[in-house]
C-alpha cells in the first residue's frame, strides 16, 4: 500500500512536469513571457529530477552526485562563456550529448530488463533498438555539425565516392541490427553493434551537408534528441520521457520544415544534395555578364547623403554581419539615424545566420529592440515605401534570380527573398563580388538603384556613421 | 504501463507540441531551440535510475556517464537559454 502511495505520487509529480513544459514552451510564443517560461521549464525539471531521487530502486548516490557535479560545471561554464556567435555549435553539442545520453540509458535499461527476464517485451526492445538508433546518429551527427559549424573540420559538404552507398549500407546493417535484438534480446551484442554502426551513420550523414545548411541540420539534430528520449521512455515505461521526448521532437521537426521551406529545398536535397561542396560553375549567365560595367561603387560619403535625406531605412543583415563581428556598429548605425528622424527597421531572413533565429539573438545582443527585428513576409511589403536598403553581409537571400523559379540550373530558383531591390535605393556592403554560398552571381549588384560600398562590414559601417555625423 | 497507453501519451504530446510550438515567433527560435534542447535532457531522470539502482557495474558505468551527459545537456540548456531571453527583455523593460 505504501508502495502505491508513492508510484501515484511520482507519477502526480510527473504530471506536474509536463506541465510546466508545455506552459513554458507556450511562453515562449512572446519576448515578455519567454524568460518566465523558461523558469517554469525549469522548475518543472526541477521537480520531476527531484521525484525520481526518491525511488526505492536507488541504493547508492555516489554516481549520482558525482555524474551531476561533472555535468553541471561543464554545462554551466559554456552556458556563461560562449559567445552568441557561437550558439549554433553549443547547441549541436548539447543536442549530441543530450542524444547519448539517451543511448546509455536505453542501453543500461535493457541490460537490467535481461537481468530480471530473459524474455522482455517486444515494446522494451523495438524501443531501446529505437533510441540507439536515433540517439547514435544524434551523437555524432551533432559532434560533426559542431566541428563544422567550431572550423575544427571543413565547413563545405565534404562529398566521396561510395558516400550515398555508404550511407545505405549502414543505415540497412543498422535496421538488420535492431531486427536481430528484437528477435534474440538476450544478445546484448547487437545493441552495441547498433550503436557503432548507427554513430558512422550519423558521421556521413552530415559530413556532406555544407555551412550554409546548418540551420536544417541543427533543427533536424534537435529532434532526433527529442525523439531518442521518447524512445527511451518507452524502455522505461516513464510518461514523462515519452511527453517531454515528443515535444521537442515536435519542436524540431517544424523548425527543420521552416528552414526547408525558407531555401525552397526538399529535406532530402539539404541532407544528400551535396549542396557547398565546390564552387558551382554557373551555366548560362557569368558574372562578367552580369556585372561589367553596371556595377556603381560608392563612398561612405556618397552613401551618408543618400541616407541623410531618407525617412525610411531597412537594414537586411546576413552572417557576414556576423563574421565581420559588426553588430554593435550597425546598433550605432540605427540610432544615429534614428535621432536624425529616420525611421529604421531589420529585416530578417529565416536563415540569416546558422541556426534558426540566430540573427535575431546576435541583433538583440548588441541591444537592438526586437520590435524592430521583422520577419521576411512582414517586411517585404514594405520595402516600395523604402527609401534605402542597406544589406550587410547578405547575398543569396536577397537575389533576385531566386524568382525565375523555372530555370531548373537555378540553384536557389523558387527560394523566398528579401525584396529590397523594391526599395527606392539599394546599399550592399560587402568585401568584394564574390559569390555566396550558391555560387552564383547576383544582379542586384548590378541594378540601377544599387550602390556597393565596398569594404569589411564593420569598418565600413564605422566609416558611414563618421561620414553622417559630418553632414 | 501498457504500449496502447504509452503510444496514447506520445501522439497526444506530438499534437500538443505542435499547437504550441507553431505559435513561437522566428524571433524567438534560438532560445526555442536550446530551451526545448534542455527539456529533452530529461533522459536525466533515466540516468539518474540507472547509475543509483547499481545493478551490475556495468549499468552503473553507463548511468553514470549518462547523467554527465544529460546534466551538461539540462543546465547547460537552460542556462544559455535565460541569458540569451534576458537579451530581448532588457531593452523593452
Not at chain 1, 130 to 158: N, P, Y
Amino acid at each position: 500500500m505504501e508502495i502505491d502511495l508513492q508510484t501515484t505520487l511520482v507519477s502526480i509529480a510527473y504530471i506536474i512536469a509536463a506541465i510546466l513544459f508545455i506552459v513554458g514552451l507556450k511562453g515562449l510564443s512572446h519576448p515578455r513571457t519567454a524568460v518566465r517560461g523558461n523558469l517554469l521549464g525549469a522548475i518543472g525539471m526541477f521537480i520531476a529530477i527531484v521525484v525520481t531521487l526518491l525511488d526505492q530502486k536507488i541504493i547508492g548516490f555516489a554516481g549520482i552526485i558525482a555524474g551531476s557535479v561533472v555535468g553541471t560545471t561543464i554545462g554551466a561554464a559554456l552556458a556563461i562563456k560562449i559567445k552568441m556567435t557561437a550558439m549554433p555549435q553549443l547547441v549541436a553539442l548539447f543536442n549530441g550529448f543530450g542524444g547519448g545520453a539517451s543511448v546509455l540509458v536505453a542501453g543500461a535499461a535493457l541490460i537490467e530488463a535481461l537481468l530480471i527476464t530473459p524474455d522482455p517485451l517486444i515494446q522494451t526492445t523495438v524501443a531501446a533498438a529505437a533510441s540507439g538508433l536515433i540517439g547514435s546518429v544524434t551523437l555524432l551527427g551533432s559532434l560533426v555539425a559542431f566541428g563544422k559549424l567550431q572550423g575544427l573540420i571543413s565547413e563545405a559538404a565534404v562529398q566521396f565516392s561510395g558516400q550515398k552507398t555508404l550511407i545505405i549500407l549502414s543505415a540497412t546493417a543498422a535496421l538488420f541490427l535492431a531486427g536481430w535484438l528484437v528477435s534474440d534480446p538476450a544478445f546484448m551484442g547487437a545493441y552495441w553493434a547498433l550503436v557503432a554502426i548507427a554513430s558512422l551513420l550519423g558521421v556521413v550523414l552530415v559530413i556532406g551537408i555544407g555551412g550554409a545548411d546548418m540551420p536544417v541540420v541543427i533543427s533536424l539534430l534537435n529532434s532526433y534528441s527529442g525523439l531518442a528520449a521518447a524512445a527511451t521512455g518507452f524502455v522505461l515505461e516513464n510518461s514523462i520521457l515519452i511527453i517531454a521526448g515528443s515535444l521537442v521532437g515536435t519542436a524540431g521537426l517544424i523548425l527543420t520544415n521552416l528552414m526547408c521551406k525558407a531555401m525552397n529545398r526538399s529535406l532530402s536535397n539539404v541532407l544528400f544534395g551535396g549542396v557547398g561542396a565546390a564552387a558551382i560553375t554557373s551555366p548560362g549567365k557569368t558574372e562578367d555578364d552580369v556585372y561589367a560595367g553596371r556595377v556603381k561603387s560608392a563612398s561612405a560619403d556618397d552613401v551618408a547623403m543618400l541616407l541623410e535625406t531618407a525617412r525610411r531605412v531597412v537594414i537586411v543583415p546576413g552572417y557576414g554581419l556576423a563574421v565581420a563581428q559588426a553588430q554593435h556598429a550597425v546598433r550605432d548605425l540605427g540610432n544615429l539615424l534614428e535621432s536624425k528622424g529616420v525611421e529604421v527597421e531589420f529585416a530578417i531572413h529565416p536563415v540569416a545566420g546558422r541556426m534558426p533565429g540566430h540573427m535575431n539573438v546576435l541583433l538583440a545582443e548588441a541591444d537592438i529592440a526586437y520590435d524592430k527585428l521583422k520577419e521576411m513576409d512582414l517586411i517585404n511589403p514594405t520595402f516600395a515605401q523604402t527609401d534605402v536598403a542597406i544589406v550587410i553581409g547578405a547575398n543569396d537571400v536577397v537575389n533576385p534570380v531566386a524568382r525565375n523559379s523555372n530555370d531548373p540550373s537555378n540553384p536557389i530558383a523558387g527560394m523566398p527573398i528579401l525584396d529590397v531591390d523594391k526599395a527606392q535605393a539599394v546599399v550592399v556592403i560587402k568585401r568584394s563580388l564574390s559569390p555566396g554560398f550558391a555560387g552564383i552571381a547576383n544582379p542586384l549588384f548590378a541594378a540601377d538603384n544599387t550602390l556597393m560600398l565596398f569594404g569589411d562590414g564593420k569598418k565600413a559601417v564605422l566609416e558611414l556613421i563618421t561620414a553622417l555625423g559630418q553632414i | 504501463m501498457d504500449l496502447i497507453t504509452a503510444l496514447t501519451i506520445f501522439v497526444l504530446a506530438l499534437f500538443v507540441g505542435f499547437e504550441v510550438i507553431t505559435k513561437v515567433p522566428p524571433i524567438l527560435h534560438t532560445p526555442l531551440m536550446s530551451g526545448a534542447n534542455a527539456i529533452s535532457g530529461i533522459t536525466l531522470i533515466g540516468a539518474i535510475i540507472a547509475a543509483g539502482s547499481q545493478m551490475t557495474i556495468l549499468t552503473t558505468v553507463l548511468g553514470f556517464i549518462a547523467v554527465v551527459f544529460a546534466t551538461l545537456n539540462v543546465v547547460g540548456g537552460f542556462m544559455v537559454t535565460h541569458r540569451m531571453l534576458n537579451m530581448f527583455r532588457r531593452k523593452k523593460d
